[in-house]
Nanobody, 124 residues
């Protein structure tokens, strides 16, 4: 069983930055790819960023490419999402997830374990 706890969300002005953290329990973390997703009110959940178990490969949604950076520290069982140049359209609940299949990083069905999420609100 894996448990994920996100933190670091909050209210920030447009152009500002936030760093989200996702702390994972379980000894399989270092062998698992991870992803960040977000869901805004009235919208479907969407992929934000993904990272392989060794950090060799990273993946980003076009909407955040160049502004967000995903990273991980396997010694701390934690994955991060550094968000810069935030825009009001980035407002959403951000959740991390463990990728447990060999499927596409960009699709939620490739992930089995999800955190509760942390709210990010960007004011204009």
């Amino acid at each position: 069983q894996v448990q994920l706890v996100e933190s670091g969300g909050g209210l920030v002005q447009a152009g500002g930055s936030l760093r989200l953290s996702c702390a994972a329990s379980g000894r399989t973390f270092s062998r698992s790819a991870m992803g960040w997703f977000r869901q805004a009110p009235g919208k479907e959940r969407e992929f934000v960023a993904g990272i392989s178990s060794t950090s060799i490969s990273t993946f980003y949604a076009d909407s955040v490419k160049g502004r967000f950076t995903i990273s991980r520290d396997n010694a701390k069982n934690t994955v991060y999402l550094q968000m810069n140049s935030l825009k009001p359209e980035d407002t959403a609940v951000y959740s991390c997830a463990v990728k447990t299949t060999g499927g596409n990083y960009y699709q939620g069905r490739s992930y089995d374990y999800w955190g509760q999420g942390t709210q990010v609100t960007v004011s204009s």
